[in-house]
């Protein structure tokens, strides 16, 4: 397997075995993905891209699919879904006396300062990686790498892992930091 | 249900007191991706633009600064990425004492900058389309010339730009676009024995350098996209932390050591699909009605998802709606910024249908 023998093998059965069905979602949202092409490490032309555009150039599929999913979301009836932009989550909120269920967010709207939280059932982090979070965990655990460039945006800070770690969550790969593995 | 999105410009720095707590925790797995171009106008930038897979798909060469040939384009991300420190350091060499066949060694003691070239043919340019153009003709990454010797020429340039020594040559170019084309004999190693067309022929030049690309570890999750507690013992089984899930780059545990592209983008629908599934199953109060309604969807359509999520959900902590608090039927979902969505998510917000200015087809 590609991961070097790292990775989780359950997740990664439910990554392939899950593929299909989310190529189809994707596809009923409106998306196009019939162009398949080869990427390094592949033993066949297997990563769906949208075709090029009727002007030859490559489409960018990462910004078609959250288009696509978000003009999704914005046909559902009014007052089903609240998107809130220009807010930074600072806390999980964990509920008194539960054993540590998490049932909200504590966000800071960045539009008038103010901190206020958004309670329900369950949340479900999507915040990205840590790759331009240079000065603290980059610096920690891949020190070796600091003069390397990234092809990240400034945002990719880590925010998400710091939010779950507070609440207990369990970064993997602890016990590997001596040894340093990279790739 | 809500939706929390971060504005990628706007996110302020995270408070320093909590960081010396948190570090001990991360993984160190880091992805670096083997080509991000080198602009000529920014040399030592710290952000640059990602030379698309598919530039090396459709034909690409990668070259060193003596302009060889040193290894299979289209080896995995890591492999690629270790050759280019060892076979095209900018400055320094790697020590003598380092294993060159053991990867991670050669990734921890990589030199600090290294700088590789990027070689593309008139057939590849086709190949990859119009959007070339705007490395070509926009970024100017890469630099249009003739034949082999002109390869070599803009590689010593490029070099003797930063005070170092060219060590190109043309025949050294010739012969590794000729070891790229499968040619052998005579054909492939001088440059005498080429036809006309090889020395004349259009050639495309860039610099490029290995970049922070993608950090595979991250919070681990099963694979109902739950959210595993910290284990108190190494004996302890690991727990979820009931109603938390999380997929795609900040979670860990997927890729391993190195993760395949096109895995990154995958992985966001999958497990993002996975982890509203599972919320609302665990924590959304169901009526008698939908309650005997999914039992017998699922046993009419077997469905795999319910009952891979039921399997994975034996650890009694997050098991089924909780009886206490159920308070209406409102789910939150923090979306933040992957790096790769980031842009475009913005762009979102923004700018209906804006003109990428990056290439964001292959992530």
Known sequence: MSGRGLSDEALVHTLAAESADALRFLEAAGLDLGYLIQLGGHSTKRTHREPNSPDGKPRPVGFDIVNALRKKLDSLPPGLVTVLTNAKAQRLLVKPASGGRVDGVEFLNLTDNTVSSAMGQAVILATGGYSADRQELLAQHAPQLLALPTTNGPWARGDGIRLGRAVGAHPIHMDKVSKSLLA | ?363
């Open chain 2, 1 to 363: 249900m809500i939706i929390l999105c971060f504005k990628p410009s706007v996110i302020p720095l995270q408070s320093p007191s909590l960081l010396p707590h948190l570090l001990p925790f991360l993984s160190s797995q880091v992805q670096v991706h083997p080509t991000a171009f080198v602009d000529p106008a920014d040399v030592d930038g710290q952000v640059k633009f990602l030379a698309p897979e598919a530039l090396r798909g459709l034909g690409g060469v990668l070259l060193n600064a003596r302009g060889q040939r040193f290894v299979d384009e289209l080896a995995p991300r890591d492999t690629v990425t270790g050759a280019i420190f060892k076979h095209a350091p900018l400055s320094e060499a790697l020590p003598e004492t380092v294993d060159m066949t053991d990867q991670a060694q050669v990734h921890t003691t990589a030199p600090r900058s290294a700088e590789a070239y990027l070689v593309l043919d008139e057939k590849a340019v086709a190949g990859f389309g119009p959007n070339f153009d705007f490395y070509f003709k926009v970024k100017h990454f890469f630099q249009k010339v003739e034949g082999p010797s002109g390869v070599a020429e803009a590689i010593n340039a490029r070099r003797q730009r930063r005070s170092l020594s060219p060590l190109a040559s043309g025949a050294q170019v010739f012969a590794a676009l000729a070891m790229k084309r499968g040619k052998t004999g005579a054909a492939a190693t001088d440059p005498a024995a080429a036809v006309p067309a090889d020395e004349a022929e259009a050639l495309y030049v860039a610099a490029i350098t290995p970049a922070i690309h993608y950090t595979m570890g991250g919070l681990q999750i099963r694979p109902d996209a739950a959210v595993l507690r910290a284990a108190d013992s190494a004996d302890e089984k690991p727990r979820a932390i009931a109603g938390l899930y999380a997929a795609g780059e900040v979670s860990g545990g997927l890729h391993g050591a190195n993760r395949l592209g096109g895995n990154s983008l995958l992985e966001c629908v999958v497990f993002g699909r996975i982890a509203a599934r599972s919320a609302i199953r665990n924590h959304v109060p169901k009526s008698a009605e939908e309650q005997a309604h999914e039992a017998a969807r699922r046993r009419i359509l077997g469905d795999d998802i319910a009952l891979l999520v039921e399997e994975n959900n034996d650890d009694g902590e997050d098991a089924g709606p909780e009886d206490e608090g159920i308070g209406g039927e409102e789910k939150v979902v923090v979306e933040g910024k992957s790096p790769e969505a980031g842009e475009e998510a913005e762009a979102v917000d923004d700018k209906p249908t804006p003109a990428p200015t990056r290439d964001h087809s292959e992530l």
